[in-house]
């Protein structure tokens, strides 16, 4: 289907999946076997310019916005999610700054993530604390010039390979979610430690760690936005990166896709290929149809973003919650085309079905995305 992208759009498209084809697909089966992280791409995406497609131009970025990056993210993900994700997991860190950061933060942290020397990743779950925030521990106490941060993040996404992290901590407790605030942590502040890196079922060439917060003291200059404003700023970042966990899902439905047609018109049984039967037919369409109608979510709701929309919560959960159920659909149907071959590690499938679930899970559930969607929905009736 043709997205109407502009010229730069369609250039952009093409170079990641040029990456994605000659640099990512040959490597990623071994990542995922050995679960390392992927420092080889990261200096290719960054020698491709692909790093700072998001951030303006000013910060040392190209100057696109959501879409630019939901298309790249897609495009990386279509060759593997886990390696993609150190692009992706970095665009979530960086998200608090593009919205709240100041100047000088600005301008201290965003060159460096625009050009790849840096990599950031975004803190807020904690191991009591999943889809419930307002039960987050972590604790960030005011102490003349600084704050002092105390406590443990948990499933973080480049979590001790980024350099720079954007925490969510409780700085008045007694309010609730409005005593949250968002802090700017680097990586080699005194008091700031990783624990294991979690052994996970898909994405494992995705580094995810324990953050561990023991009397960290960060500058007051660190503070993203005031006091109290960390679940507005929580909820405004996860409205600009829900897209973009729906590009990495369509990116892995499409991959699967891809490889399932390719098996359909080369296995031949009963004398001709699997694609000439009217039941593997219909799995195709299916597919194919549902990645299309991902793809166009995805994309509206970016655009709306980067149109300047103002609430765009509804748009953006849908994309997540729809594009990552077609994921684990289209890549468990992938693995069902492939028969015995797809349930085996020889064959890309089955790395693909593994991925896809991830995107069903984090930033927020797909339940809390439909409590999300049926809210604002309920909402807007009242309006009329």
Known sequence: MDYLLTEEQIMLRDLCREVAEEKIKPVAAKYDREEKFPWE????????????????????????????LCITAEELSRGCAGIALSFAGT????????????????KKY???IASGKKLAAYGITEPAAGSDVSAMQTTARKEGDYYVLNGTKHFITNGGEAEIYTIVAMTDKSKGTRGASVFIVEKDTPGFTFGKKEEKLGIRASSTRE??????????????????QGFLIAMRTFDMSRPGIGAQAVGIAQG???????YATERVQFGKSIASFQGLQFMLADMATQIEAARALVYSAARQIDAGVKDVTMQSSMAKMFASDVAMQVT????????????????????FMRDAKITQIYEGT??????IIALNLIKESKKK
């Open 41 to 68: 791409i990261v200096k290719i995406l960054a020698q491709s310019d692909l790093c700072g497609v998001y951030i303006p131009e000013e910060y040392g970025g190209m100057g696109g916005g959501i879409l630019e």
């Open 91 to 106: 665009a979530l860190g960086t998200d608090p700054i593009l919205l709240f950061g100041n100047e000088d933060q600005k």
């Open 110 to 112: 965003l060159p460096d």
């Open 211 to 228: 953050l561990i917060f023991t009397d960290c003291r960060i500058p007051k200059e660190n503070l993203l936005g005031r006091e109290g």
């Open 256 to 262: 699967a896709f891809d490889a399932a047609l390719k």
């Open 332 to 351: 468990t149907d992938a693995v069902q085309i492939f028969g015995g071959y797809g349930y085996i590690n020889e064959y890309p499938v089955e790395k």
């Open 366 to 371: 797909n339940q809390i995305q439909r409590s």
